[in-house]
């Protein structure tokens, strides 16, 4: 099993950053896809960015590309989402997921395990 810990959530206004950090446990992630899904009240879960395995391949949503960027430390078993930039339709409960598949995929249904989230909330 692993489990899956974000941090770095908080209130920031609008044209600020913030730093999500995704921690992993139970067993190493340097060989899962990580990727970083959010979901605003009232809307269903959407796809943020994916990051494969060895950190070579990202993709983003439409709506934060150029402004968010994923990295991963696999010696300490982290995953970042590193926010620039941020809007107030960037507010929303930022979930970390792992799949043990080596594609990244933007798709909820292909992750295996999920962390609790982390709320980001950013103030116009």
């Known amino acids: 099993q692993v489990q899956l810990v974000e941090s770095g959530g908080g209130l920031v206004q609008a044209g600020g950053s913030l730093r999500l950090s995704c921690a992993a446990s139970?067993?190493?992630?340097?060989?899962?896809?990580m990727g970083w899904f959010r979901q605003a009240p009232g809307k269903e879960r959407e796809f943020v960015g994916v990051?494969?395995?060895?950190?070579?391949?990202?993709y983003y949503a439409d709506s934060v590309k150029g402004r968010f960027t994923i990295s991963r430390d696999n010696a300490k078993n982290t995953v970042n989402l590193q926010m620039n930039s941020l809007k107030p339709e960037d507010t929303a409960v930022y979930y970390c997921?792992?799949?043990?598949?080596?594609?990244?995929?933007?798709?909820?249904?292909?992750?295996?395990?999920w962390g609790q989230g982390t709320q980001v909330t950013v103030s116009s």
């Open positions: 990051i494969t395995w060895s950190g070579g391949d990202t």
């Open positions: 997921a792992a799949s043990t598949k080596a594609v990244a995929d933007i798709s909820e249904y292909e992750y295996d395990y």
């Open positions: 139970g067993r190493t992630v340097s060989t899962y896809t």
